[in-house]
């Protein structure tokens, strides 16, 4: 079955101390996306990256870190949490060439106290 | 600046009836736009995809319209049914297969009453 898995499900956390959220896709796909969504602002994309070793800054960036040495798995890093960073995170996994239909995974609700 | 507006208050539908929901967008030229569907606290889920050069495209209940001249497209869904109550995204991507990934409006939330 096609699927993106993020972990944690919820987190709590305090500001600043570092944490990691999980992605990992099984489609092969080379382009995976960050976002993050709060109320009255919709999806904002944080990081994208297109393939192994390529990331990119999307529309918010500030304060999230990424990395991509497989093709399989994205995270999503935060060094130093802050109270503004509390929201839903979403994972997606891209297909390319006919669309780019995204699949996301389940999210992730942090909070940073 | 890049903008995509979708009806931010809610939708009232009676049920089976035929919802319609608007994605507005200016300065941008996508290749294709999407809509999908999210359910409180889970991810978006995808439903239609329609290219710049298509004018409809249909799936079961659902029909999509996308006009380039006025910037807009529209999302229907027929014979609704309480089970459709959800937010709708629409989303784009320009030109060149998405390579910036995709751009999401904020949702219409749609409730069909029974």
């Known amino acids: 079955e096609a699927q993106v898995t993020q972990n944690p499900r919820y987190l709590i956390t305090v500001t600043g101390k570092k944490l990691t959220v999980t992605c990992s896709q099984n489609?092969?796909?080379?382009?995976m996306s960050w976002y993050r969504q709060d109320p009255g602002l919709g999806l904002r994309q944080i990081y994208y990256?297109?393939?192994?070793?390529?990331?990119d800054k999307g529309d918010v960036p500030e304060g999230y870190k990424v990395s991509r040495k497989e093709k399989r798995n994205f995270p999503l890093i935060l060094e130093s949490p802050s109270p503004n960073q509390t929201s839903l995170y979403f994972c997606?996994?891209?297909?390319?060439?006919?669309?780019?239909?995204?699949?996301f995974g389940q999210g992730t609700r942090l909070t940073v106290v | 600046s890049q903008k995509i507006e979708q009806n931010s208050e809610a939708l009232n539908i009676q049920e089976g009836k035929t919802a319609t929901l608007t994605c507005n967008y200016t300065?941008?030229?996508?290749?294709?736009l999407q809509w999908y569907r999210q359910d409180p606290g889970r991810g978006p889920v995808f439903l239609l995809l329609?290219?710049?050069?298509?004018k409809e495209k249909r799936k079961e209940r659902l029909k999509v319209t996308f006009d380039t001249t006025l910037k807009q497209s529209l999302f229907h869904i027929t014979a609704s049914q309480p089970a459709d109550s959800a937010t709708y995204l629409c989303?784009?991507?320009?030109?060149?297969?998405?390579?910036?990934?995709?751009?999401f409006g904020k949702g219409t939330h749609l409730i069909i009453q029974p």
């Open positions: 997606a996994s891209l297909t390319t060439g006919q669309g780019g239909e995204a699949f």
């Open positions: 489609m092969n796909h080379e382009y």
């Open positions: 990256s297109m393939n192994v070793e390529v990331t």
């Open positions: 300065n941008y030229s996508p290749a294709y």
């Open positions: 329609i290219r710049e050069n298509e």
């Open positions: 989303a784009l991507a320009a030109t060149g297969g998405g390579a910036d990934g995709l751009t």
